[in-house]
């Protein structure tokens, strides 16, 4: 008789954004006109850039004839897409990261849950908590046991190590939600840590490129070591705004082995089996990145959101409120005030402000008492949430 997999039981009713949406889609049923603003799921707001758009086009022209038309393509990903990677994220900083090292896929999302395939259901997985839900409910799924690191604002939301042994830990850096920045001492430990006990990391910087302040770690590969027990994941989603193209890339360097077994290959081999690669379009889109114009254009997205990041930031503090994130990251995390529980806030800002933020309990228990609002959004509405917040200070 056909049996469910019972550890999906295991899972929260909804995915936290999946939630938000229908408390919006029942709020806009009663008030249909009402004029929301949408600080809430990541989602860029700013279109392609130029030059992305005419590798677009450029690509899509040569699909229409025969001797440029490209079908599957390598399941690894372009050798123009991975050695650009390669040369513009790693070389030039003086990481030997090689093209070959590089997978390119269509989303960190999808890789940080399918990269758990190649482990045992029986490795224990240490997250942070507050956390991306995805590192959880994959590993629920799995029927993992799972190790939280609680990640305060006592403790600089850098999560001591794991107070017992496990088997794969995830860090995210800079942080979603917390929009916090892990600090080089911090992931020294974490490397040397996974380093004595053959322990492997799991590092998402898909926000690396909003890092301003000098000297932050943008690639977990900077800390030495890390080549031998790190995997790193980046995407170009909120980076040049391909939220709705998708496109990222995983990191596994061939040093990186357990009991002798690289997981470079099994990576490799799982890819091949279920993974037909991204299509030729959207690659050549994303090698468009590397251009000079490409990253110029690029540079002026991430100056856009971070001005907004900056604007909510000082206008919450000016507002009393006590606020982290902001700085090197698209995110903010709103301590809230009165003792609220972040469902009631969410609740409370909405029918008060007309603004939709993100519970910070939906990110783990530890985000109890927090609320995220992203950069995100269009650069007069952010203003307006700020001026409608202010003016309901007194109720919130």
């Known amino acids: 008789m056909f049996e469910i997999n019972q550890n999906y039981l295991n899972l929260s009713g909804n995915y936290l954004f999946s939630a938000i949406q229908q408390k919006v889609k029942a709020f806009l049923a009663e008030q249909p006109d ?60 003086g990481l030997d990261i090689a093209p070959a090292e590089i997978f390119i896929s269509d989303g960190s999302k999808c890789d940080v849950g399918n990269i758990q395939e190649i482990f045992s259901a029986g490795c224990i997985v240490a997250i942070s908590d507050p956390v991306y839900p995805v590192y959880l409910d994959s590993n629920l799924m799995a029927g993992r046991r799972i190790v939280y ?19 794969v830990i995830y860090l995210c850096s800079p942080n979603n939600p917390t929009g916090t920045v892990l600090p080089r001492e911090e992931l020294i430990k974490f490397v040397d840590y996974a380093r004595r006990h053959r322990a492997l990391l799991l590092f998402d910087s898909a926000y690396s490129d909003y890092i301003r302040e000098p000297g932050l770690v943008r690639s ?12 790193e994941f980046k995407s170009f989603s909120k980076t040049a705004g391909f939220t709705g193209l998708r496109c990222a890339y995983t990191v596994i360097p061939r040093r990186l082995q357990y009991g002798g077994v690289s997981l470079h290959s099994l990576w ?13 379009i959207v690659q050549r889109a994303a090698a468009a990145v590397y251009t000079p114009d490409g990253r ?4 002026g997205l991430i100056d856009y959101y971070m001005t907004n990041a900056d604007l909510i930031r000082s206008g919450l503090e000016q507002g009393g409120f006590e606020v ?14 009165n003792g609220f529980d972040s469902m009631h806030f ?51």
């Not at 977990?220 to 995997?231: H, L, Q």
């Not at 490799?268 to 030729?280: I, S």
């Not at 969410?346 to 029918?351: A, Q």
């Not at 603004?355 to 509405?381: C, H, M, N, S, W």
């Open 220 to 231: 977990i590969y900077e800390i030495p070591g890390a080549d031998e027990v790190a995997i």
């Open 346 to 396: 969410f609740d409370k800002l909405l029918s008060t402000c007309r603004i939709i933020g993100t519970p910070g309990v939906g990110f783990g228990k530890e985000g109890e008492g927090y609320f995220r609002l992203t950069a995100f959004g269009d650069r007069d509405q952010t203003r307006e949430a700020l001026n409608r917040i202010a003016e309901a200070r007194d109720i919130l």
């Open 149 to 167: 690191l609680p990640s305060t604002c006592e403790n600089r939301f850098s999560p001591a190590l794991p107070s017992e042994p496990v088997d």
């Open 34 to 93: 009402a004029d929301l603003i949408r600080l809430g799921i990541g989602d860029v707001t700013l279109p392609l850039t130029p030059t992305v758009i005419a590798a677009l086009h450029q690509a899509t022209d040569e699909m229409a004839r025969r001797e440029t038309f490209h079908g599957y393509g390598p399941e690894q990903g372009y050798e123009f897409l991975r050695q650009a990677v390669a040369d513009h994220e790693y070389r030039a900083r």
């Open 268 to 280: 490799n081999r799982r890819q091949c089996t279920k993974f037909n690669g991204v299509a030729y």
């Open 324 to 337: 982290y994130g902001g700085k090197n990251a698209p995110y903010i995390w709103w301590k809230l005030p």
């Open 296 to 299: 110029r254009e690029v540079a």
